[in-house]
């Protein structure tokens, strides 16, 4: 079994900033790329950072020099750091993992269950 547990999420005013995290669990061989994504009810989910095992980050045009993106491998945690925050990045976010269980398994991509951040104007 594997979880990723979000935290971080809330209300904030616009301007203002959060901190999110998410935290994977359970039988994990390694871990490969771990991302943020958001989501509005009705639409499809869209990418917002992501980051490879190396380090490699890559952002979503609407956030960059806002968002910032960073993992701990030692604790299998990724975090997604957003400052200036606007109204348009009212959202459920959510993190996802690319991992393999065993080392014999293949990579599969596995989802946290979702955080509100909220912006108000």
């Known amino acids: 079994q594997v979880q990723l547990v979000e935290s971080g999420g809330g209300l904030v005013q616009a301007g203002g900033s959060l901190r999110l995290s998410c935290a994977a669990s359970?039988?994990?061989?390694?871990?490969?790329?771990m991302g943020w994504y958001r989501q509005a009810p009705g639409k499809q989910r869209e990418l917002v950072a992501s980051i490879t095992s190396g380090g490699s980050t890559n952002y979503a045009d609407s956030v960059k020099g806002r968002f910032t993106i960073s993992r701990d491998n030692a604790k299998n945690t990724v975090y997604l750091q957003m400052n200036s925050l606007k109204p348009e990045d009212t959202f459920v976010y959510y993190c996802k993992a690319r991992l393999r269980r065993y080392y014999y398994d293949g990579e599969y991509d596995y989802w946290g269950q979702g955080t509100q951040v909220t912006v108000s104007s």
């Open positions: 359970g039988s994990i061989f390694s871990i490969n790329a």
